[in-house]
């Protein structure tokens, strides 16, 4: 079955970096556009990055300029390298995938960010 596993979240202050990443299992990855969701407390689960099976890649315009995903298809991770940070970028961040052919959602049970002042 589809499992997806993230890792690297922490607390960080504000200006830091963090890198995320995400294991995949169960789709065949390399054709499979990956994305990175967050959810800050008492807030819906807002996207953030997608990276598709061709390598392109589109932000949410709050992260755009300071948070990079990526993939290696060798390894079927998915990695989110988060620069600047901010304390509104505090939130748990999930890995998601809807795989052909249901493109059901999937997700992973997430990590958590922090970011203090």
């Known amino acids: 079955q589809v499992q997806l596993v993230e890792s690297g979240g922490g607390l960080v202050q504000a200006g830091g970096s963090l890198r995320l990443s995400c294991a995949a299992s169960?789709?065949?990855?390399?054709?499979?556009?990956m994305n990175w969701y967050r959810q800050a407390p008492g807030e819906q689960r807002d996207w953030v990055a997608t990276i598709t099976s061709g390598g392109n890649t589109n932000y949410a315009d709050s992260v755009k300029g300071r948070f990079t995903i990526s993939r290696d298809n060798a390894k079927n991770m998915v990695y989110l390298q988060m620069n600047s940070l901010k304390p509104e970028d505090t939130a748990v961040y999930y890995c998601?995938?809807?795989?052909?052919?249901?493109?059901?959602?999937?997700w992973g049970q997430g990590t958590q960010v922090t970011v203090s002042s």
């Open positions: 169960g789709i065949i990855f390399r054709i499979s556009h």
């Open positions: 998601n995938v809807r795989p052909a052919p249901t493109f059901r959602d999937y």
